[in-house]
């Protein structure tokens, strides 16, 4: 039996989780924006400061668990599922990473013009 028989019974995980990582980040900007506007302690640099941080790590996260996906269906020899999920779970963190660093630029920008 070689190593890569089993292939057709395993799930790939790595897909599922790319997927996961890019809808959160997806859920996580508006979610953030809507905490600013319930609690009053938190402010709007705030909220901007935790979608930058979030969606950014989360955005890294899904395209490196899309990127071993893929490269393990290829192992498989493509006996493993998990390509359209690892399709959209690279879309979604290629759109949650421009939501982080458009945060990020956005906060420099803010920063700057409030020192003038």
């Known amino acids: 039996m070689l190593p ?9 995980m790595r897909a599922r989780f790319s997927l996961l990582f890019g ?11 809507l905490v600013h506007l319930r609690v009053a302690a938190i402010t709007l640099p705030m909220a901007v400061g935790g979608i930058a941080v979030g969606c950014t790590i989360l955005g890294f996260s899904a395209l490196f668990l899309a990127k071993r996906a893929r490269l393990r269906r290829r192992v ?4 493993m599922g998990g390509a359209k999920q690892a399709a959209l779970g690279r879309l979604l963190g290629k759109l ?3 939501i982080g660093l458009g945060a990020c630029i956005a906060l420099a920008v803010y920063a700057l013009l409030s020192r003038l």
């Open 23 to 33: 809808l959160l980040g997806v859920a996580f900007a508006p979610a953030a924006i």
């Open 96 to 98: 949650v990473l421009g």
């Open 4 to 12: 890569y028989d089993d292939y057709e019974k395993q799930r790939n």
């Open 76 to 79: 498989s020899l493509e006996r």
